[in-house]
């Protein structure tokens, strides 16, 4: 006789809606306050995006690694991040820099019309296209490519999202934020990085700290 079927995207065991239910109280307590963001990070099957034998660990607020010497963001830092750049959007389109596995990509595609995301791993970029589709996500179109040069054809964008660390702020991401629009962005070198949030004033680009956060760096295409 069959066992009952189980829909991967809920999870079992560790990855169950308790689980989620601790991971999202847990970012309450940090100081998210964005319904609908903590409703994604509660739906978004994490441990689905993380190798099999890290699948318990999916619904810790830590990031884990997931191979091509890439990491899969804290749950918290994606959550802060997503609500950032929410906060006061005004707009349709935004660029992400540093598709990864996905994670961020899925959180945000919800909340946004467009999502136009850049990677420069042609292989993580296949794997995240795949899952993506898997979870009827539709709303995102993909590049492989440096995320130092965004992706200026759809641009200029309402939001930029960038999950990896440049040592400096990249002059081409600035030229596509849409005026009014805002970037969301790690920058330093890796154990001095602050995230910040940079807002296209027209005249000028004014910038505020997030505070400090870990991320791999944004490396640049030499070829």
């Given at each position: 006789m069959a066992g009952p079927v189980i829909d991967i995207r809920q999870g079992i065991g560790m990855t169950s809606a308790r689980t989620r239910d601790r991971l999202v109280q847990r970012l309450r307590d940090q100081g998210i306050r964005n319904e609908a963001v903590l409703e994604q990070i509660r739906n978004v099957p994490r441990h689905l995006f993380v190798d099999e034998a890290l699948a318990s660990r999916a619904y810790e607020d830590t990031a884990?690694?997931?191979?091509?010497?890439?990491?899969?963001?804290?749950?918290y830092v994606v959550a802060r991040m997503t609500e950032a750049l929410l906060d006061g959007f005004q707009g349709e389109k935004v660029l992400e820099v540093g598709t990864g596995?996905?994670?961020?990509?899925?959180?945000?595609?919800?909340?946004?019309?467009q999502i136009y995301t850049v990677e420069r791993i042609p292989e993580l970029l296949r794997k995240t296209?795949?899952?993506?589709r898997d979870l009827d996500i539709y709303n995102v179109q993909f590049k492989p490519g440096d995320g130092w040069e965004g992706w200026r054809k759809y641009g200029p964008y309402d939001g930029i999202i960038v999950t990896a660390a440049p040592d400096e702020i990249p002059q081409k991401l600035l030229e596509q934020l849409a005026p009014g629009g805002r970037m969301i962005i790690p920058v330093g070198p890796q154990g001095v990085q602050d995230l910040v949030m940079i807002t296209n004033r027209n005249d000028h680009y004014e910038q505020v700290s997030l505070g400090a956060v870990s991320f791999v760096p944004l490396v640049k295409d030499r070829s």
């Open positions: 884990l690694p997931i191979g091509l010497g890439q990491t899969i963001s804290q749950p596995c996905g994670y961020q990509t899925a959180v945000l595609a919800p909340l946004v019309k296209r795949q899952r993506l």
